[in-house]
């Protein structure tokens, strides 16, 4: 779908505020043609005499009434012009921020962080102005321009208008080429400012690593390099779009002197009156509105193309992982991997290979092996964030791929092996899943992770802010915290990735009897560590090596 498609579509379900804007606008273009008209004539009718007084008053009172009028309409119309434009803008960033929220990790792994910034403001905001200035300064300078040529040439001689209008086309062709080389101008200005914004939201995330390896001048010199190109290529398509003006005020002053030229003549013989070439002087004046409308709505859609064009690929690529699952709940069941290969994107070797498991339900799995071996993958094509590409999953008699979405992620919880929480309180992130959760659950899973007592020394308890990605508390404080939000939606799986990984050896052991707790209500239950001491709390153990199972055994003696 192409900018206009997009336009059109979007003015087709507000056609009323549309229709509204061009009433007004029609209604603007009408008064501001009359009114050198009607000077022309107080001109003829002073210089023969025929007026003065409280005629004249009246005459000038009508003038006055239709600059008030003109400015009333304007209002008016922008009012309604304009809240159509920004409901496009915001109907574009829900649009695109809800089709980023159903994309999977394959996704994000071809895609840039700041990019995806870039696009929800700049390359949306270029669309919005399309939609909304370009339309307008399209309209009505399109109708100021019809009805302007039509009084010049209807109204006052056609020949003095033929003459005047005569160095236009030299302004098309100028206006063809500026515009032009708007649009790849203006697609360099969006990519530089994506690479900026990038590089700036990379530095933010990662500043404690900056200023341990004293990078922080590196960093620095990186951006101004970046900024430099982004206000260079800025610059660019600024100094294209500064070219329109000299193009109209040169067509200008040369239609000005032809027309006084030849209406100099036509006034000499008796052809044309001093208020009919006072009228068309004006009306030459009223011309400058739509030239520069012409190169403002170029200069508009130009950039408004070039961003569609960043926008469009994104919002038209399909979710990474499909939901077309009917199964609408999840229940306890044997859970089978059979022949299961699975390879990330872009890379050359199988991340898992032929891995085949059963774990019965309500079990307990640990899953060791080497880093990189392929042991956080089998959590993530269990939380179907990605696909097998060969093999089965089925829990019970179905498919993971006939669950439900959202039922799926309702009956699993997840433990990652870096714990990220929001800048929100605590007591938000943990009630993440369950926002309406009550202060005595969350309370009652803090306690179960471990971390209550944490929390009840911060300054304001659970309503003490934990700053961006939780900053302001400590990597086990993150961890446990992260479990209590797995818990608090009463999960019938619990998928935990090195979940004692940041916690000293007596947390731990208090982690892993919350587990052992877990596992006796029925909860079935697969960790994922390094630690084989860890992994004997469980049932039965696999070693993964290269992406393969190299053993699947039972734990003979188990700790409590």
Do not use: C
Not at 280 to 287: A, E, P, W
Not at 383 to 405: N, V
Not at 521 to 543: F, K, P, Q, S
């Amino acid at each position: 779908m192409s900018m206009f498609q997009l336009i059109s579509r979007f003015v087709a379900r507000h056609w009323y505020r549309y229709l509204a804007s061009a009433v007004m606008l029609t209604a603007v273009a009408l008064l501001t043609v009359w009114i050198p008209r009607q000077v022309g004539h107080i001109v003829d009718e002073l210089v023969a005499g025929k007026i003065q007084g409280d005629g004249l008053n009246l005459q000038l009172a009508k003038l006055v009434g239709a600059g008030l009028g003109i400015y009333l309409l304007r209002v008016g119309w922008r009012l309604q012009l304009y809240a159509a434009s920004y409901r496009l803008g915001m109907e574009l960033r829900t649009g695109l921020y809800r089709h980023l929220s159903l994309q999977g990790p394959a996704f994000y792994q071809l895609q840039r962080t700041g990019d995806l910034m870039a696009l929800s403001t700049n390359d949306i905001d270029a669309v919005e102005m399309a939609a909304g200035e370009a339309m307008l300064a399209g309209f009505d300078g399109t109708l100021t321009l019809l009805m302007v040529l039509g009084m010049m040439i209807a109204g006052i001689d056609w020949r003095l208008a033929l003459a005047a209008l005569a160095p236009f086309p030299l302004m098309a062709i100028a206006f063809w080429r500026i515009s032009n080389q708007i649009h790849h101008a203006a697609k360099q200005s969006l990519d530089a400012f994506g690479d900026l914004n990038d590089h700036v939201q990379e530095t933010l995330t990662g500043v404690r690593t900056l200023r341990a390896l004293g990078l922080e001048m590196r960093s620095a010199a990186r951006f101004a390099e970046l900024a430099e190109v982004a206000a260079a290529t800025s610059l660019r398509a600024q100094r294209w779009e500064a070219g329109y003006e000299p193009a109209v005020g040169l067509t200008l002053v040369a239609a000005s002197s032809v027309a006084l030229g030849v209406g100099g003549v036509l006034y000499a013989s008796g052809e044309l009156t001093i208020g009919a070439l006072t009228s068309f002087s004006m009306y030459l004046v009223q011309l400058i509105w739509p030239m520069f409308a012409a190169g403002w709505v170029l200069s508009l859609i130009e950039r408004g193309r070039a961003a569609w064009r960043r926008l469009a690929p994104v919002l038209a690529q399909p979710p990474s992982i499909e939901d077309h699952g009917t199964v609408p709940a999840v229940t306890a069941a044997l859970l089978e991997f059979d022949q299961v290969s699975f390879r990330y994107p872009g890379q050359q070797f199988d991340a898992l290979a032929r891995v085949s498991m059963t774990l019965g339900a309500g079990g307990t799995l640990g899953v060791v092996g080497p880093t990189g071996a392929g042991k956080s993958t089998i959590l993530r094509l269990l939380l179907r964030q990605f696909m097998p590409e060969s093999g089965s999953i089925t829990w019970g008699a179905h498919a993971l791929a006939e669950f439900q979405l959202e039922a799926l992620h309702r009956a699993i919880a997840w433990v990652p092996q870096e714990s990220f929480l929001f800048s929100a309180s605590v007591a938000e992130n943990i009630a993440l899943a369950r926002p309406g959760a009550s202060a005595q659950e969350i309370e009652t899973v803090a306690r179960l992770a471990a971390v209550h007592e944490d929390i009840a020394r911060l300054p304001e308890g659970y309503q003490t802010p934990v700053g961006e990605r939780g900053v302001t508390l400590s990597g086990g404080q993150r961890q446990r915290v992260a479990i209590a939000r797995a818990l608090v939606n009463s999960p019938s799986i619990v998928l935990a990735d090195e979940p004692t990984g940041n916690l000293d050896s007596k947390t731990g052991d208090e982690i892993m009897a919350l587990f052992a707790r877990l596992h006796g209500e029925g909860n079935t239950i697969i960790l994922v560590t390094h630690e084989h001491d860890i992994a004997r709390r469980a049932h039965r153990i696999i070693h993964v090596r290269d992406g393969k199972v190299e053993s699947d055994e039972p734990v003979i003696q188990q700790s409590a």
